[in-house]
């Protein structure tokens, strides 16, 4: 079965740079989604399309692609962000949607 | 502004059927290219798609529940549900309705911009 892999988890200090990355075979065929989840909370999207960001959501985030990987970038790093990230996309034909495990993004 | 708002027991029999409705505000079901859908989260683990049906009632579902699923329509309430049969205590999680968007293709499933707030569901005897 088709499937998303990303790293359990990623540990930065703050002001520095964390990148999430999230392989699967599709990804140069469907866009790809990352979600921000804080405990108790719902989650909240911050990139769209593999690299768009929506309104409301700071600077610091970016997305790219390249192939069957895309990475979640998050520049200057702040204790806020510490969260579980999590990306989706959608199987070959578009059909159904999948998430990858997530990554928890630990601030030291 | 779009809102959902999960519903139903929150406590199940095993073996038994896991209904929820979600109801949406702000906005009318019907109208729009979007794919209604529902997304879970046990305890402690990440995220998993469960479904959707699109506004003109199509249907999509996770090849691995897709034996004990149905998703519904009712847009005289502005609704949309999951039903989950045969149910143990590995379906037990937080169950989230969102909304899916379209891709550019105008077929294949995009991202989830609006969720509800969440139901834990508990499947114990």
């Known amino acids: 079965s088709y499937e998303l892999t990303q790293p359990p988890s990623v540990s930065v200090s703050p002001g520095q740079t964390a990148r999430i990355t999230c392989s699967g075979d599709?990804?140069?065929?469907?866009?790809a989604y990352w979600y921000q989840q804080k405990p108790g909370q719902v989650p909240v999207v911050v990139i769209i399309?593999?690299?768009e960001r929506p309104s409301g959501i700071p600077e610091r985030f970016s997305g790219s692609s390249s192939g069957t990987t895309v990475t979640l970038t998050i520049s200057g790093v702040q204790a806020e962000d510490e969260a579980d990230y999590y990306c989706?996309?959608?199987?070959?034909?578009?059909?159904?949607?999948?998430f990858g495990g997530g990554t928890k993004l630990t601030v030291l | 502004q779009v809102q959902l708002q999960e519903s139903g027991p929150g406590l199940v029999k095993p073996s038994q059927t896991l209904s929820l409705t979600c109801t949406v505000s702000?906005?009318?079901?019907?109208?729009?290219?979007?794919?209604w859908s529902w997304i879970r989260q046990p305890a402690g683990k990440g995220l998993e798609y469960i479904g959707r049906?699109?506004?003109?009632?199509?249907?999509n579902y996770n090849p691995s529940l897709k034996s004990r699923l149905t998703i519904s329509l009712d847009t005289s309430k502005n609704q949309f549900s999951l039903r989950l049969s045969s149910v143990t205590a590995a379906d037990t999680g937080v169950y989230y309705c969102?909304?899916?968007?379209?891709?550019?293709?105008?077929?294949?499933?995009?991202?989830?911009?609006?969720w509800g707030q969440g139901t834990l569901v508990t499947v114990s005897s």
């Open positions: 599709a990804l140069p065929k469907q866009y």
């Open positions: 702000g906005g009318s079901i019907s109208s729009g290219s979007y794919y």
């Open positions: 989706q996309s959608a199987d070959s034909s578009g059909s159904y949607g999948l």
């Open positions: 399309k593999d690299s």
């Open positions: 969102a909304r899916g968007n379209r891709q550019g293709d105008g077929f294949s499933l995009g991202g989830f911009d609006y």
């Open positions: 049906i699109s506004t003109t009632g199509s249907t």
